[in-house]
């Protein structure tokens, strides 16, 4: 069964830092178009980053850009998620998902067959 769990979320002060981690179960990182969205309360799901199956390519919505870095360990089934500068409005719960077999950068959440339970990142004002 295909698992993906996100950790490393928390309460932080606005400027500071925090690394979110996505663990895949089995080899679905290695294989797998893999994105991060957030979604805050009361509002839709948005993108945040997303990498492709081999890592060679990124993007990143607006909101992110300079402030956050996506990277991935295939060997180790892992999709880090590094935000620093983070802000007020970054507040929500993110959530990690995979796109088995894809090639491509998937931006859109319909694309995502599997999702992480997801992990709270607050950032206090």
């Known amino acids: 069964q295909v698992q993906l769990v996100e950790s490393g979320g928390g309460l932080v002060q606005a400027g500071g830092s925090l690394r979110l981690s996505c663990a895949a179960s089995?080899?679905?990182?290695?294989?797998?178009?893999m994105g991060w969205f957030r979604q805050a309360p009361g509002k839709e799901r948005q993108f945040v980053a997303a990498v492709t199956r081999s890592g060679g390519i990124i993007d990143y919505a607006d909101s992110g850009k300079g402030r956050f870095t996506v990277s991935r360990d295939n060997a180790k089934n892992m999709v880090p998620l590094q935000m620093n500068g983070l802000k007020h409005e970054d507040t929500a719960v993110y959530y990690c998902?995979?796109?088995?077999?894809?090639?491509?950068?998937?931006?859109?959440?319909?694309?995502?067959?599997?999702w992480g339970q997801g992990t709270q990142v607050t950032v206090s004002s």
């Open positions: 089995g080899r679905i990182a290695g294989t797998s178009a």
């Open positions: 998902a995979a796109d088995p077999g894809s090639w491509s950068l998937r931006l859109d959440s319909n694309a995502y067959k599997y």
